[in-house]
């Protein structure tokens, strides 16, 4: 039989891509994936409208989120949430934090845009981001589309990325909270690309990794686009050595990454299989690690 692929990370409206919801799982068919997960940034927003497209055009459809971790720079951890249930209260909780968390630093950005001599406002920045998710992707989309900048790239090396002049830091979970979080959340906290965790050597992403698996990480993500062979194999290796999951996708976010396409992850595709292991996990009447049997007796 022929393989079959799938996409387990992409982004839609409702957090910072440009392609609805229902979209997105449209190019999935057409492009002869069997299987999608939707991982917007902090928001389950988008899920319902994939999850009804998918129920109607036959791709297996798996709810996700993607959340960012605290970690001392220059690194980035960001971590998927895979099957969480969307009607959870933990996972309501921790979305609202998230979205408290940039209601928080987007003005501040904005403030300092405008001292700086670039004249946006939040009203223009909340148009272009249409959903719940602000972030600064739309911010640069502004500033580009007002000619303050010639690309998003630029918008973010000069203002806002870390250390930009126009950078603020926002509230995010500990990994150890952002793990449990998915896990309240039923769901499987997987390490959303490792190579952002910018690790110096091949020790130091192992002691990562193992950490988080010692806090209930439950998978790894081989497969992305911004990850070479060399790291592909890494990450499989340290997903069999800490008995990990192993997932992937493209990271598609429609225009605003423009040389991402849907179900292709630099050159490699991801196969069906990783899908079936993760909702094989997911189905299993007990899947608590060893180490989330305490989470539920912190209220005192
Ligand atoms: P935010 O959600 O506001 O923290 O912004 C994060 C989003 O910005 C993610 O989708 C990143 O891919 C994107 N991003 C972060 N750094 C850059 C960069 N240097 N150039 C372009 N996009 C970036
Ligand atoms: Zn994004
Ligand atoms: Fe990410
Ligand atoms: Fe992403």
Redesign the pocket.
């Known amino acids: 039989m022929d393989q079959q692929y799938v996409d387990l990370h992409s982004?839609s409206t409702a957090?910072?891509g440009t392609f609805a919801p229902a979209d997105v799982v449209r190019l999935a068919k057409d492009s002869s994936l069997v299987g999608l997960a939707l991982t917007d940034?902090?928001t389950i927003a988008g899920l319902p409208e994939a999850a009804a497209a998918a129920k109607e055009l036959g791709i297996d459809f798996l709810p996700g989120i993607e959340i960012?971790c605290e970690v001392p720079k220059p690194a980035t951890m960001h971590m998927l949430g895979y099957g969480v249930d969307i009607d959870s209260k933990p996972l309501k909780e921790l979305t609202s934090q998230l979205m408290a968390g940039?209601d928080d630093r987007n003005p501040r950005i904005i403030r300092r845009l405008n001292e700086l001599n670039v004249a946006i406002t939040m009203d223009e920045v909340e148009q272009q981001a249409g959903g719940d998710?602000v972030?600064?992707?739309h911010i640069?989309a502004v500033m580009m589309r007002k000619g303050y900048v010639s690309s998003?790239?630029q918008a973010?090396?000069k203002y806002?990325?870390t250390g930009g002049l126009a950078y603020f830091d926002?509230d995010r979970p500990t990994p150890k909270r952002g793990i449990e979080l998915i896990r309240e959340a039923g769901g499987l906290p997987v390490l959303a690309h490792p190579v952002q965790l910018r690790s110096e050597n091949d020790a130091q992403l192992e002691r990562t990794v193992k950490d988080l698996a010692d806090l209930g990480l439950a998978g790894i993500e081989v497969i992305h686009s911004d990850q070479d062979t060399a790291m592909y194999e890494k990450c499989t290796r340290l997903a069999e050595r800490f008995g990990l999951l192993k997932t992937g996708g493209s990271d598609f976010?429609g225009t605003?990454?423009k040389d991402i396409r849907l179900g292709i992850a630099n050159g490699r595709r991801v196969p069906k299989e990783f899908l079936d292991r993760l909702r094989e996990r997911l189905n299993r009447p007990q899947q608590q690690t060893r180490q989330t049997s305490h989470e539920h007796h912190a209220a005192g």
Do not use: E, Q, W, Y
Request: aromatic share 4%; glycine share 4%.
């Open positions: 982004h957090s910072d940034h902090d960012s940039r998710v972030g600064r992707p640069a998003i790239k973010f090396d806002l990325a926002r976010h605003n990454k």
